[in-house]
């Protein structure tokens, strides 16, 4: 049981590349989460998935794209990278009552810091 | 999501009590409140979370006040290992339109020295 993977866990792109951060989770989670921390800074939420299928915009999504490949894989990608996108990304998934989608915690990722320049 | 409040940074010596507190006085009935912490920008890990009753768990003791607008996360016996950022969230717990989203703040630096 690995939990949450995710890869790479280093990246260097330059101003204008594109790239994918993977997201793996065999918990068998409903729900999957994108978050980007900035040095010194909590943590701010890109977007989720509740379910296959769906996604959902939080509170920075500019610049970015997701898909939920299936129960276990989210992805997020880089369109058009920007130095402002340089920062520690951090996939998670959720445990939740099947019925009452009633939840107490997320699992995380070990990260993928990302450099922009 | 109700917004908390923490110091941030507090100071203990291993061995002894970690008191960690969250102010979050615009709480409302059905928000919980949950404690996560990151150890040296590893992925962030869940601690504890409560309603309105005092929790415990094998790693924490969550003490909620009765009129729920602040909290108490306590590490018995701090070890050199529990230094870490420590993040009180307050944030509703079931699905619809929250579907499990943290909102992080800059939380609480804990050193715990020998």
């Known amino acids: 049981n690995a939990g949450v993977t995710q890869t790479p866990k280093f990246q260097v792109l330059k101003t204008g590349q594109s790239m994918t951060l993977q997201c793996a989770q065999d918990?068998?989670?409903?729900?999957m989460y994108w978050y980007r921390q900035d040095p010194g800074m909590g943590l701010r939420l890109i977007y989720y998935?509740?379910?296959?299928?769906?996604?959902d915009k939080g509170e920075v999504p500019n610049g970015y794209n997701v898909s939920r490949l299936n129960k276990r894989e989210f992805s997020l990608r880089l369109e058009s990278a920007a130095p402002s996108q340089t920062s520690v990304y951090f996939c998670?998934?959720?445990?939740?009552?099947?019925?009452?989608?009633?939840?107490?915690?997320?699992?995380f990722g070990p990260g993928t810091r990302l450099t922009v320049t | 999501d109700a917004k908390t409040t923490q110091p941030p940074s507090m100071d203990c010596a291993e061995g002894r009590a970690a008191n960690l507190p969250c102010n979050h006085s615009?709480?409302?009935?059905?928000?919980?409140v949950y404690w996560y912490r990151q150890i040296h920008s590893q992925g962030p890990q869940y601690i504890i979370h409560?309603?309105?009753n005092n929790e415990t768990n094998e790693m924490a003791s969550l003490i909620i006040t009765e009129d729920r607008k602040s909290s108490t996360l306590i590490l018995p016996h701090a070890t050199l290992r529990d230094t870490a950022v420590y993040y009180c969230?307050?944030?509703?717990?079931?699905?619809?339109?929250?579907?499990?989203?943290?909102?992080f703040g800059q939380g609480t630096i804990l050193t715990v020295h020998p």
């Open positions: 918990m068998n989670h409903n729900s």
């Open positions: 409560g309603l309105k």
């Open positions: 998670a998934s959720r445990d939740e009552d099947p019925w009452t989608r009633i939840s107490y915690e997320q699992y």
């Open positions: 969230i307050a944030t509703f717990n079931a699905g619809g339109t929250s579907y499990g989203k943290l909102t």
């Open positions: 615009t709480i409302s009935g059905n928000e919980y």
């Open positions: 998935s509740a379910s296959e299928g769906t996604t």
